[in-house]
């Protein structure tokens, strides 16, 4: 099957559905069993899809696990009621204390924020490491390195991993390190994680999945390999999610297709307007030649989406905020993957940063490119831009 028909298929088996088209909310804590016998069934495939007790999941989150499945190519879902929960029950399932792990200098800030603390209090050992590294994170590599955790593209600088080379070298490795990936930009269409060497891949459903900016959800999905160990850890660490939410995830994935070419076609429209303007010192669009890590998205993956960055020649702080503060499209919001458009001002990326030196003295601007027309968000950031040079 084919990209759009699996998106339109996935996760609609009749036991999920009895036929209705999109599986419907099953909300529940309890499940009661008639007999010993069935309840004794339910008990011992406590790992498999059978309703048990609420925590479980219900036949919402066992269709919306099955579809993130198809959708991924994993053998295994679990859902969390974020993906920050997803990122970090994906890590603490597969480290501990005494154990090393490489984490991405350019992930999302929570996930390194979860590294420097919770991390370091249950005596996980942390190195931080170049995006761009490719194969050479073998070097970094410890004896008791367990998980190389990677985000590509990094969430606000965008560069691309070289990720068929880092799980490479990972699996090469005596302990065969565990690799994450944050494969949120992606979605779950447009890179394939298992194919690509990659064990466990998170996604922050938050954002193209529900598409909608209403509903936080996350899920973490695994290859045979991880599948068991983290399965069983995302449950003692008590996650569920709830089932309406579930339910508006499984709603959005159905548009995921078109939303995306959509949103990649004004994104791409606009990214190389911005690349020809005055006030733009380069512009960090994967499917740009100027964005680091380019030909991996070349390569390895099948599509683009929205959300994008660009560094300004010249600002100032008075300069940014009047270009920022008089969007008409452009609001100023956390998150992205909605079908509106979202603009962030962000300074001191020289702090946010360990292992790498961020090369950019101008502010970074990032954009997530939502669904209205591209001559009305042009217009938009064209007054920005007016608003930005006269205090410059
Ligand atoms: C938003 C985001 C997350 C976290 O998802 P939440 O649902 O907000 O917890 C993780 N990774 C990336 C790349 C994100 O953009």
């Known amino acids: 099957m084919k990209k ?6 996935a996760g609609r088996q009749s036991k999920w559905t009895q036929g209705i088209v999109n599986p419907p909310v099953y909300r529940a804590s309890t499940v009661v069993f008639d007999t010993v016998a069935e309840m004794k069934h339910a008990s011992a495939n406590k790992a498999k899809q059978v309703p048990f007790y609420g925590r479980r999941g219900t036949p919402t989150t066992f269709a919306f696990a099955d579809a993130m499945n198809e959708l991924e190519g994993g053998v295994g879902c679990y859902v969390y009621p974020c993906g920050t929960a997803a990122i970090t029950s994906a890590i603490l399932a597969f480290v ?4 090393h792990l490489l984490m991405v ?15 370091a209090k249950f005596g996980v050992e942390v190195t931080f490491y170049d995006p761009m590294i490719g194969k050479a994170i073998g070097k970094l590599i410890q004896t008791n390195t367990k998980v190389i955790f990677l985000e590509s593209p990094g969430s606000l600088t965008m560069e691309v991993q070289d990720v068929p080379g880092i799980c490479a070298v990972a699996h090469a490795q005596p302990q065969d390190i565990t690799v994450i990936l944050d494969n949120t930009w992606a979605s779950p269409i447009n890179f394939q994680p298992f194919a690509h060497g990659v064990d466990v891949s998170v996604q922050a459903a938050t954002k193209y999945i529900v598409g909608h900016s209403d509903v936080m959800l996350g899920t973490a999905t695994a290859n045979k390999k991880a599948w068991p160990i983290l399965r069983e850890n ?11 939410d579930i339910y508006l995830a499984m709603r959005g994935i159905r548009t995921l297709g078109v939303r995306l070419k959509q949103h990649q076609q004004s994104s791409l429209q606009i990214a190389k307007w ?3 303007r005055p006030e ?33 020649n010249k600002s100032n702080d008075k300069a940014l905020t009047a270009l920022l503060d008089g969007m008409h499209h452009f609001k100023m919001g956390f998150s992205w993957g909605g079908f509106e458009s979202l603009i962030l001002g962000i300074t001191g ?5 360990s292992a790498t030196e961020w090369p950019h003295q101008g502010a970074l601007i990032r954009l997530h490119i939502g669904l209205e027309d591209v001559e009305d968000l042009i217009a ?6 007016k608003r930005l040079n006269a205090h410059l």
């Open 234 to 244: 995302s449950y003692l660490l008590g996650q569920c999610a709830s089932p309406d």
């Open 349 to 353: 990326l020289k702090n946010m940063r």
């Open 105 to 119: 200098d350019t992930a999302y800030e929570p996930t390194r924020d979860f590294c420097q603390k919770t991390l």
């Open 4 to 9: 759009n028909s699996k998106i339109v298929n």
């Open 280 to 312: 733009v010192k380069t512009v960090l669009h994967p499917a740009l030649s100027s964005c680091p890590g380019h030909e991996f998205f070349e390569r390895d993956f099948e599509g683009g989406n929205g959300l994008f960055s660009f560094v300004l």
């Open 96 to 99: 501990k204390s005494g154990d």
């Open 380 to 385: 938009d950031l064209e007054q920005g831009f």
């Open 274 to 276: 911005l690349a020809e």
